[in-house]
């Protein structure tokens, strides 16, 4: 067992993405294209193939959410109130094409997301850019899957009836990464 610490530095950028509906509209929207995971379905799976047949059913979109939290509860008694959900949306069954190489992946997968009403009364949906995470792992197989949910976010958010970030959508041969 090595004694030694790694250390790792890495970029990342924020999402922070207007969506054109109310609060709770967007959250009936999210939750809708963003099933909650049938974790005891996928627990009685007999193998991986069927585990992977049983995402594509529960996430017909390419995520599923694993984890809400309704923030304005837990912050009730705050000095201000907004509303906002928290969710962990991914999907297992592209995780593990990560997984497999480091396990470590698993801090960034699921993906943290943040729906809430800003100052201004819109809605937004904030996320960490998949690509910049996982391409910090040092593996091109691993950055190869970050920008397929690069991929997959921007659809999400075009279903949500928002304006992908250009960041998620590169056109061919345009660099993704921070300068």
Do not use: K
Request: glycine share 6%; no cysteine.
């Amino acid at each position: 067992m090595s004694t030694l610490n790694t250390v790792i530095d890495h970029p990342d950028r924020r999402l922070v993405v207007a969506l054109p509906h109310t609060y709770e509209r967007a959250r009936e929207n999210y939750e809708a294209l963003v099933p909650q995971a049938d974790l005891a379905a996928f627990h009685r799976s007999a193998s991986w193939g069927e585990t992977l047949e049983l995402a594509g059913r529960n996430a017909p979109h390419g995520f599923m959410r694993y984890y809400t939290s309704d923030i304005a509860a837990v912050m009730a008694g705050s000095a201000r109130s907004w509303s906002a959900t928290q969710y962990l949306m991914g999907n297992h069954t592209i995780a593990e094409r990560m997984y497999r190489h480091d396990p470590s992946v698993m801090l960034h997968a699921p993906l943290r997301t943040l729906l809430y009403t800003d100052p201004g009364g819109g809605t937004r949906l904030a996320v960490d850019q998949p690509s910049l995470l996982f391409a910090s792992y040092g593996d091109a197989r691993v950055a190869e899957v970050g920008e397929e949910l690069d991929a997959l976010l921007a659809r999400l958010l075009a279903l949500l009836d928002a304006d992908p970030p250009r960041e998620l959508t590169p056109r061919a041969g345009e660099d993704r990464r921070l300068t």
